[in-house]
């Protein structure tokens, strides 16, 4: 079993950055991926960002790229979201997943429990 749990989210103002945290613990696979996805009210999960397990290899949703930043420090089991210039758009509760990579929500097998990120405008 492997668990994900979710920290940093909260309210911001538009513009402002947060940085959100992933802690994995139980069976850790090598040489899986990790993954940002959201979901907003109303709205289906969506892919935010994809990291290697190495870190080398990272994908980003075009609507975040240029202000997201996704990291992982293996040592620590933890991956990492910086956000930047938050837009209310970005409101959303977002998931850390582990998977075998790519943009499908059906590539993650082991998913956290959310945490809520609202933009104010």
């Known amino acids: 079993q492997v668990q994900l749990v979710e920290s940093g989210g909260g309210l911001v103002q538009a513009g402002d950055s947060l940085r959100l945290s992933c802690a994995a613990s139980g069976r850790i696979f090598r040489y899986q991926y990790m993954a940002w996805f959201r979901q907003a009210p109303g709205k289906e999960r969506e892919f935010v960002a994809t990291?290697?397990?190495?870190?080398?290899?990272?994908t980003y949703a075009d609507s975040v790229k240029g202000r997201f930043t996704i990291s992982r420090d293996n040592a620590k089991n933890t991956v990492y979201l910086q956000m930047n210039s938050l837009k209310p758009e970005d409101t959303a509760v977002y998931y850390c997943?582990?998977?075998?990579?790519?943009?499908?929500?059906?590539?993650?097998?082991?998913w956290g429990q959310g945490t809520q990120v609202t933009v104010s405008s």
């Open positions: 990291i290697s397990w190495s870190g080398v290899s990272t």
């Open positions: 997943a582990r998977g075998t990579g790519g943009l499908r929500v059906g590539g993650y097998d082991y």
